[in-house]
């Protein structure tokens, strides 16, 4: 139980364009889902909280207009990197938590590895 | 906010030694302390959590021991295998919807 995938694994893409991701949480209900990104040989920084039927919460230092989040079920959220740059390249992982579960315990995705060219 | 300090950064054991990585934190409203274990070109794997009424959980290998007092928590991997090499991160979180500080990570090796 408590599986997260994420689509795609990777993506390859031109300097300017949108890249959209999804987080899916497969055998549990999640309101509340965490997008983080991940440098080489460094600690997870978390981008924004995702939360079912309302607006993210993003963190400090991190652009909403570029890094636009869409928690529209309680299954599945997106993270769409608009006008993306090679600076935007980077491994990106969702997690959730589980509804059904007291006290946090987050399960995360895969990760999704973007590179810009 | 909650800052997670994590030691050592790199640790190598021989294999069927014990490991040992060590966490601090700072706010002492955290309540949540899971560690999650990394593999190359892969997400963050739960391996064990603790809440703070606990103070010591064990799951086979794994152990985990928390010292609310003093802010600390700490992993214990016994009869450490080769399988176990991946960097280890431990995290603090408040609350039972709250977004969890990391640790810096270790990068645990274990060598045959």
């Known amino acids: 139980g408590a599986v997260v995938s994420q689509h795609p694994s990777w993506v390859i893409c031109k300097s300017g364009t949108s890249v959209k991701i999804e987080c899916r949480s497969l055998d549990f209900q999640a309101t509340t889902m965490f997008w983080y990104r991940q440098f080489p040989k460094q600690s997870l920084m978390l981008m924004a909280t995702?939360?079912?039927?309302?607006?993210?919460?993003?963190e400090q230092g991190v652009e909403k207009d570029k890094f636009l989040i869409n928690h529209a079920s309680l299954t599945l959220s997106t993270l769409t990197v608009t006008s993306a740059h090679p600076e935007d390249s980077s491994f990106y992982i969702c997690?959730?938590?589980?509804?059904?579960?007291?006290?946090?315990?987050?399960?995360f995705g895969p990760g999704t590895r973007l590179t810009v060219l | 906010g909650e800052n997670v300090e994590q030691h050592p950064s790199t640790l190598s054991v021989q294999e069927g030694d014990s490991a040992v990585i060590k966490c601090t934190y700072s706010?002492?409203?955290?309540?949540?302390f899971p560690w999650y274990k990394q593999e190359l070109g892969k997400g963050p794997q739960l391996i064990i959590d603790?809440?703070?009424?606990?103070g010591e959980k064990k799951d086979q290998r794994i152990a985990v021991t928390l010292n609310k007092t003093a802010k600390h928590f700490s992993l214990h991997i016994t009869e450490t295998q080769p399988e176990d090499s991946a960097v280890y991160f431990c995290a603090a979180g408040t609350g039972t919807a709250s977004k969890l500080t990391f640790g810096t990570g270790t990068r645990l090796q274990v060598t045959l």
């Open positions: 706010d002492s409203a955290s309540n949540y």
């Open positions: 995702s939360n079912e039927g309302s607006k993210a919460t993003y």
């Open positions: 603790i809440r703070s009424n606990v």
């Open positions: 997690s959730a938590r589980d509804s059904g579960r007291a006290g946090g315990t987050q399960y």
